[in-house]
């Protein structure tokens, strides 16, 4: 239904340009083929796309210039679907762990070789290679490294899947023409690839999500979602018995190479017993997810966050009910449902990466698990402070306490309204500063194409 929704928005969307190109004789529609992982009820990955359709809209408005972004989520196997890139301007390579990917490079060759300009829109790289201990040693050596000779990458001769993977790596940095990387530690694991390329480090595009709420602003989309869509025990709570909100986000993934942590049961029980140690004294809590894939998960650590409670609280001298303070959004919505929530938020404690990107790009302070190097690459990004203080692998939650103590660090941290600020600031300039970038990158990469392709004597 979600996905039927989202093409008629689309469908409605051209057929409205088109009315006003009749009326008000706009320029011809630009079309851009925006080729990324979406369409999976991912909050994180279709927001990727939901930014750059409004960043690249928005600055083609201001150049005169009616641009168009497709989505596309291309097959494994490209033979399965062929484009006729001539209908197109322009190709994004979408943000998101993608770089390398197969299914991405088979396109982005054949745009090479039809010489259509490209932009990489702060991608990263996962490399979800089965089997490949020589990866996982990749990962664990990156969020420790300051420089590319930190990383530890050998393998066989005979391991041709990694081969492969370095190649379309190589090919994914060399063909764009403009963009750049998600994070540092992403840009260090190209150059130990020791491939020629012109590309920076910009940030990850999630961070432009603030954008969408100013677009909703003024539309019934926020009243709705505060209204509707959170739980009702947390919307309804009689007036003076309102605590600061801990937004938790939870998920799952399947134990893989790639993957740092194997047992998921821990995570579990770490996870709902911080919630139910939180919401004991100072706070509530909403347990949420950001993907229809994680719903389970997340349902299944808040009823193991009550159980706690019922075990726990009656001992400490806690009378109230835990249903008064622990919450579960039993659903996924939009990237401005989400936002909705977390600017409710003093703090978040976060399992999935985008979960820390949203929270990062409104400034509330956050605590990230970092199940992936990506969520190291994204902290790191922010500030050393942040890989330090902040974020923590799921690797090294042996036990309840490992998570306790990091968010209690930040707590501690944000005690004082001159700290809570100060962290606060430092996640908004972060945040605003990538805005920037990417508003100079894509008005650059517009304004070039325009001018190439206006009519002589224009």
């Known amino acids: 239904m979600l996905r039927s929704f989202f093409c008629a928005l689309l469908l409605t969307g051209i057929q409205v340009l088109g009315v006003h190109a009749e009326r008000e004789a706009s320029p011809p529609i630009v079309r851009g083929l925006y080729v990324g992982y979406m369409h999976h009820y991912n909050v994180g990955d279709d927001a990727m796309f939901e930014v750059a359709q409004e960043l690249f809209g928005s600055i083609g408005r201001k150049l005169n210039q009616t ?8 097959p ?7 484009i006729d890139f001539s209908r197109y ?3 994004i390579h979408g943000g998101g762990s993608i770089m390398g990917n197969i299914e991405y490079n088979c396109y982005m060759k054949t745009a090479k070789e039809q010489k259509i300009p490209y932009f990489l829109f702060g991608t990263g790289f996962e490399a979800n290679l089965a089997g490949s201990m020589a990866i996982l040693d990749l990962f664990k050596s990156m969020g420790r490294a300051t ?4 990383l530890q990458l050998s393998f066989a001769e005979e391991d041709t899947g990694i081969m492969l993977y370095l190649n379309r790596v190589r090919d994914t940095v060399t063909i764009p023409t403009a963009g750049g990387f998600r994070g540092y530690f992403t840009k260090m694991f190209v150059s130990m690839l020791n491939v020629e390329h012109t590309l920076e480090v910009i940030g990850d595009s999630g961070l432009l999500v603030p954008r969408l709420l100013k677009i909703a602003a003024g539309s019934t989309a926020k009243d709705y979602f505060e209204d509707e869509l959170m739980p009702a025990a947390l919307r309804d709570k009689p007036s003076g018995t ?8 939870y998920g799952q993934n399947q134990p893989s190479d790639a993957i740092f942590h194997t047992d998921t049961e821990v995570l579990d029980h770490a996870f709902a017993e911080m919630a139910s140690s939180l919401a004991s004294v100072h706070f509530d809590v909403v347990i949420y997810s950001m993907s229809g894939d994680d719903i389970n998960a997340t349902f299944r650590v808040h009823n193991m966050a009550l159980q706690y409670a019922a075990r726990d609280w009656a001992s400490m001298g806690v009378e109230h009910s835990p249903e008064d303070h622990i919450f579960f959004m039993p659903y996924v919505t939009d990237s401005v449902g989400i936002l909705s929530l977390l600017k409710r938020a003093k ?3 976060n399992y999935k990466l985008h979960a820390n990107v949203f929270s990062a790009s409104l400034g509330i302070p956050f605590i990230n698990v970092a199940y992936h190097f990506k969520g190291e690459d994204f902290s790191h990004f922010l500030g050393d402070n942040i890989l330090r203080d902040y974020t923590i692998r799921s690797s090294d939650i042996r036990g309840t306490k490992d998570l306790v103590d990091k968010v209690n660090l930040l707590i501690k941290d944000c005690t004082t309204d001159e700290g809570y600020s100060s962290l606060s600031h430092q996640l908004k300039s972060k945040a605003l500063e990538v805005e920037e970038t990417y508003m100079g990158l ?3 990469f517009l304004s070039g194409m325009f001018v190439e392709k206006a009519p002589e004597g224009s």
């Not at 641009?67 to 291309?74: H, S």
């Not at 494994?76 to 062929?82: E, Q």
């Not at 309102?242 to 986000?249: D, G, T």
Request: glycine share 0%; hydrophobic share 60%.
């Open 347 to 349: 703090l978040s404690i």
């Open 76 to 82: 494994v196997a490209c033979n399965l679907f062929k």
């Open 89 to 91: 301007a322009f190709i």
């Open 242 to 249: 309102e605590r600061f909100l801990v937004a938790v986000n």
């Open 442 to 444: 894509v008005e650059s």
């Open 147 to 150: 420089a590319k000779e930190d």
């Open 67 to 74: 641009v168009l972004l497709v989505p596309f989520l291309p």
